[in-house]
């Protein structure tokens, strides 16, 4: 089993996205935690395990964040599994792991599954907008929603999502306070040590993804400031 709470930083590379093999291997060999694969649109297959068979040249760990059953590639050393807890389509909840359980049931290692509670921040994203995604309304709302997801769900992992956008600490630090025992991960943003280091001093893990394709200097910049904060 992943040992993912010791975790505190981690990148995550979208198969839809070109990234060369330089770049690569600087990301898996930056002392970042793990590399998560995984994306909300243009994710097959076929370029998901391109990119994994790229990544497993590396001693890194490697994790899918599935958002598709026809991308589920075997090979992963863990499969993170989203419940989307702000959906305003109920479909996004567990309809889909229904479908992957009636499909794929008798062939999953039970333990390389690791389910998240995620919570979508930003109202203006491509995952917002395909969840038809609730708006948090504040830090009580938002502690709310992760306690649905640790308290009453049980989810090991609640997943503070602000795809893109840089998010507001104190709904970090509201969710952080909801969770409890559970594993916060946020992501979102993140384009300086700056922000890293303050992101990853309110949640347990931090998520770094775009600006891997902006700027990759900043984004290798990341890995150290947030293993030198006080998370």
């Not at 998010?167 to 991960?185: K, M, N, Q, T, Y």
């Amino acid at each position: 089993m992943i040992d993912y709470r010791s975790w505190r930083h981690t990148f995550k590379l979208d198969p839809d996205k070109t990234i060369d093999d330089d770049a690569l291997e600087a990301l898996c060999e930056s002392g970042t935690d793990a590399i998560i694969v995984g994306g909300t649109y243009g994710v097959t297959y076929d370029n998901t395990l391109e990119l994994m068979s790229r990544i497993r040249r590396f001693a890194v760990p490697a994790l899918l964040e599935i958002s598709s059953l026809e991308a589920v590639v075997p090979g992963f050393d863990a499969y993170l599994v989203p419940l989307v807890i702000n959906a305003g389509d109920a479909d996004w909840l567990f309809t889909p792991h229904v479908s992957g359980l009636m499909a794929y049931g008798s062939y999953i290692h039970w333990d390389e599954i690791i389910t998240e509670g995620y919570l979508i921040a930003n109202p203006d994203a491509g995952v917002a907008k395909l969840t038809r995604a609730r708006p948090i309304e504040g830090p009580a709302e938002a502690k709310a929603y992760a306690q649905v997801a640790a308290k009453i769900c049980r989810l090991p992992i609640v997943y503070l999502e602000y795809s893109g956008m840089y998010g507001d600490p104190d709904i970090v630090r509201a969710c952080r306070s909801g969770a409890g025992e559970a594993h916060l991960f946020y992501g979102g943003g993140i384009r300086t040590a700056a922000q890293a280091e303050e992101m990853a001093a309110l949640a347990d893990t931090i998520v770094v993804g775009n600006v891997i394709y902006e700027d990759l200097e900043a984004a290798l910049a990341t890995v150290d400031a947030a293993k030198r904060s006080r998370g």
